[in-house]
Every structure is written in structure tokens, then in C-alpha cells.
């Protein structure tokens, strides 16, 4: 185990692993240093989502509130980085959930010439397609199903969990989804 300077800070050697064991100890210099090791990723990957930077820094907030409330749900499995994308995403996802689907804010985002993401490209060229336009054209409940498993890549555990409906209903909504869409690009 790494050892920490009596001021309470962590040496850069200290793994995700170690951190988040402290963290658990309720170490706030362990959370200080996850948040100054993921919070400047997180933050660009999301404002690609996103360009209202009060809402990511919302969902900022609230990925290292979860983290500092419930650090025993990563159980050691798997990356720390990959585990709080997946709670920076859903954050993001619950505070645009009122607003419109990810496919509508495309036109309202604020583009940095000199650093589109292909993901950005992607999705821009997505939204002026065919299959924009069949997106579009579904109902509002068929296409929040489709932003949060395909776009956002949600399983359907967490897409029913974000929606708040059964996973039941995130799978026949989906299955609709695909029949429509597919009628529409025929």
C-alpha cells in the first residue's frame, strides 16, 4: 500500500485502487486526488455532450458526490476511470432528461472548430441523414430509448433506471424503435 506525507496528500505512484480503498476510509485527500487525476477527462468528454458547461459542471459535481457517498459500489472490478464515466454519463443524462433528445441539441451546440470529436462528426452527420430524419420521426418515448442505449450507450438496466420504466419496456420499445426506423430508411 502507498503511504501518504503527513500533510495528507498522495503521491502520483498511488493507484486508482489504493485511492478508492481510502476513500472508503473516508479519506478526503484520497478524493481530492481522484478528482485531480479524472475530473479534467471527464469534463472534455462530456462537454462533447454537451456544450451548457453548467450542466456538466453538475454532472461533475454530482460523479464525485457518488463517489464520496457510496465508494463501496466499485467493488474492484474493472477500471475506476470506466466506473465513473459510467456515473458522469448517467449524471449528464439526468440533468438533460427534460430537456430535448441528444439528436436536437446537436444543432444548439457550440462547436470548437479546431477540436471536433469524431463522435461529434458522427453524431453531426447523423442528425442531417436519412436517419436523422426517421429519429426524428419517432414519438418522444421510442427515441429517449434509442439516445440512451445507442447514443449514450446505456445497458438496459441502466436505460430503464434513467427513464425511470421497466426494463421490459426499454426492450419493446426498442424493438418498435428498430422497426420503425428500419420502415422509415427502406
Known sequence: MTTIDPA??????????????????????ALRELFLRH??????????RCAD???VDEAIQE????????????????????????IAIRSLLHQLKPRASVVDRLSAL????????????????????DVGDALHRL??????????TVLDGLSTREAATLLGIPSGTVKSRMSRARTQLREALL
Open 110 to 129: 457550440r462547436r470548437d472548430e479546431e477540436a471536433v470529436s469524431a463522435e461529434e462528426q458522427v453524431l453531426t452527420r447523423v442528425e442531417y441523414s
Open 63 to 86: 460523479t464525485f458526490l457518488v463517489l464520496w457517498r457510496k465508494p463501496g459500489s466499485w467493488r474492484g472490478e474493472g477500471e475506476v476511470a470506466a466506473w465513473l464515466w459510467g
Open 8 to 29: 495528507g496528500s498522495w503521491p502520483a505512484s498511488a493507484t486508482d485502487a489504493e485511492l478508492m480503498a481510502a476513500v472508503r476510509e473516508s479519506d478526503r485527500g
Open 139 to 148: 414519438s418522444p418515448e421510442l427515441r429517449a430509448v434509442v439516445q440512451a
Open 53 to 55: 458547461s453548467a450542466i
Open 39 to 48: 475530473e479534467p477527462w471527464l469534463v472534455a468528454r462530456l462537454t462533447r
